[in-house]
């Protein structure tokens, strides 16, 4: 199994950075693609970013430009840097596996993003 934690959260101006951290542990061998996902109050979560195993990244149209993401393999870890926030990036952040096999990890805690305008 996978397990995967969420940090980095926290308050921030609007136009202001953050960087968040994914780390992973367990069967790290099994993980195809890392996702980072939103949630913001009242609506649903949703997909913002992510990277395969070959280095493939994507990203929500609403963050391209501002957001990167990158790993470290040597820390099995996956960043999401967030650059120029805004008032509507806040919510709680996750991230998530896609295993070969077709499976996801559970959903963790997260980690809030509160951007102040």
């Known amino acids: 199994q996978v397990q995967l934690v969420e940090s980095g959260g926290g308050l921030v101006q609007a136009g202001g950075s953050l960087r968040l951290s994914c780390a992973a542990s367990?069967?790290?061998?099994?993980?195809?693609?890392i996702g980072w996902y939103r949630q913001a109050p009242g609506k649903q979560r949703e997909w913002v970013a992510g990277?395969?195993?070959?280095?493939?990244?994507s990203y929500v149209d609403s963050v391209k430009g501002r957001f990167t993401v990158s790993r470290d393999n040597a820390k099995n870890t996956v960043y999401l840097q967030m650059n120029g926030l805004k008032a509507e990036d806040s919510g709680v952040y996750y991230c998530?596996?896609?295993?070969?096999?077709?499976?996801?990890?559970?959903w963790g805690q997260g980690t809030q993003v509160t951007v102040s305008s």
């Open positions: 367990g069967s790290i061998f099994s993980i195809n693609t």
């Open positions: 998530r596996a896609r295993t070969y096999g077709g499976s996801y990890t559970s």
């Open positions: 990277i395969t195993s070959a280095g493939s990244i």
